[in-house]
C-alpha cells in the first residue's frame, strides 16, 4: 500500500537536473557512505563529542523495526548529488532525521522541491506532523523549513551537535490550531 501511495508522489524532479527517488535502506546507506565526508565538518572538528560505535545491542536490533523512508537525489548523469532519510515515530508523526546535499548542489531550491514533494507524500500515508531538528546555526536549512510552513517549537542542547532548533510542520488544520491555542499564538477572539 505504502509503495502504491509513495510511487504517485517519488521519483520526482527537484530542478532540471535532479531527481529524487525513494531508496532502500541499503541503497541509501551506500549513497550516505559516498557523501558524507563531502557534505558534512568531521564532528571532531566541530569540536564535538564524538558517540562510539555502540556494541551489539537489543536497541540496535530493534530500531530496524521503524517504517523508514529513504530519498536520493541524483544529477542528470545519474550520480547521487544528496539523500534524505525519515521514519515515522508514532501514528502521526514523521521524524526528518537526517538530510544532506553536495555543496555544488546547495542553494539551487532542491531541498524546498524535496519538500514540496515530500509533503503531501507523507499527509497521504496519514501522517498528521513532521518533526525534525537542526544546528542552530544551520541557516539554509532552517530558512527552506521555514519557508515550507515549519515552526519552531524548541530548542535544546547536546553534546554530540551543540544547539539544536526543533521544527515542526502541522498537516492537519486543527493540529495547528491546537498548538497556537496551547500557546496562546493566535486570535481567538
Same mark, same amino acid.
Given at each position: 500500500?505504502? /509503495?502504491?501511495?509513495?510511487?504517485?508522489?517519488?521519483?520526482?524532479?527537484?530542478?532540471?537536473?535532479? @531527481?529524487? &527517488? !525513494? @531508496?532502500?535502506?541499503?541503497?541509501?546507506? =551506500? @549513497?550516505?557512505?559516498?557523501?558524507?565526508?563531502?557534505?558534512?565538518?568531521?564532528? +571532531?572538528?566541530?569540536?564535538?563529542?564524538?558517540? $562510539?560505535? $555502540?556494541?551489539?545491542?537489543?536497541?540496535?536490533?530493534? !530500531? *530496524?523495526?521503524?517504517? #523508514?523512508?529513504?530519498?536520493?537525489?541524483?544529477? =542528470?548523469? *545519474?550520480?547521487?548529488? +544528496?539523500?534524505?532519510?525519515?521514519?515515522?515515530?508514532? /501514528?502521526? &508523526?514523521?521524524?526528518?532525521?537526517?538530510? +544532506?546535499?553536495?555543496?555544488?548542489?546547495?542553494?539551487? *531550491?532542491?531541498?524546498?522541491?524535496?519538500?514540496? =514533494?515530500?509533503?503531501?507524500?507523507?499527509? #497521504?500515508?496519514?501522517? /498528521?506532523?513532521?518533526?525534525?531538528?537542526?544546528? +542552530?546555526?544551520?541557516?539554509? @536549512?532552517?530558512? #527552506?523549513? %521555514?519557508? #515550507?510552513?515549519?515552526?519552531?517549537?524548541? &530548542? &535544546? %542542547?547536546? /553534546?554530540?551537535?551543540?544547539?539544536?532548533?526543533?521544527? !515542526?510542520?502541522?498537516?492537519? $488544520?486543527?493540529?495547528?490550531?491546537?498548538?497556537?491555542?496551547?500557546?496562546?499564538?493566535?486570535?481567538? =477572539?
Amino acid at each position: 500500500m505504502i /509503495e502504491q501511495i509513495r510511487s504517485s508522489y517519488f521519483p520526482t524532479n527537484l530542478s532540471e537536473d535532479v @531527481v529524487v &527517488t !525513494a @531508496v532502500s535502506q541499503q541503497q541509501f546507506y =551506500a @549513497v550516505t557512505n559516498q557523501l558524507y565526508r563531502h557534505i558534512f565538518t568531521p564532528m +571532531g572538528d566541530l569540536g564535538l563529542y564524538q558517540v $562510539p560505535a $555502540p556494541p551489539d545491542s537489543w536497541g540496535r536490533k530493534l !530500531a *530496524g523495526q521503524i517504517h #523508514a523512508e529513504y530519498f536520493v537525489f541524483h544529477n =542528470a548523469a *545519474g550520480e547521487p548529488v +544528496g539523500f534524505s532519510l525519515g521514519k515515522v515515530v508514532n /501514528e502521526q &508523526t514523521f521524524f526528518m532525521e537526517w538530510s +544532506g546535499i553536495l555543496p555544488d548542489y546547495r542553494r539551487r *531550491g532542491l531541498y524546498s522541491h524535496f519538500l514540496d =514533494a515530500l509533503i503531501p507524500y507523507l499527509k #497521504a500515508l496519514g501522517l /498528521e506532523r513532521i518533526t525534525s531538528n537542526h544546528m +542552530g546555526n544551520n541557516r539554509p @536549512v532552517l530558512i #527552506a523549513k %521555514l519557508k #515550507a510552513g515549519f515552526i519552531i517549537t524548541g &530548542t &535544546t %542542547l547536546d /553534546e554530540r551537535h551543540g544547539m539544536l532548533v526543533w521544527l !515542526a510542520r502541522f498537516l492537519e $488544520p486543527e493540529r495547528e490550531r491546537g498548538f497556537e491555542r496551547a500557546f496562546s499564538l493566535g486570535n481567538f =477572539a
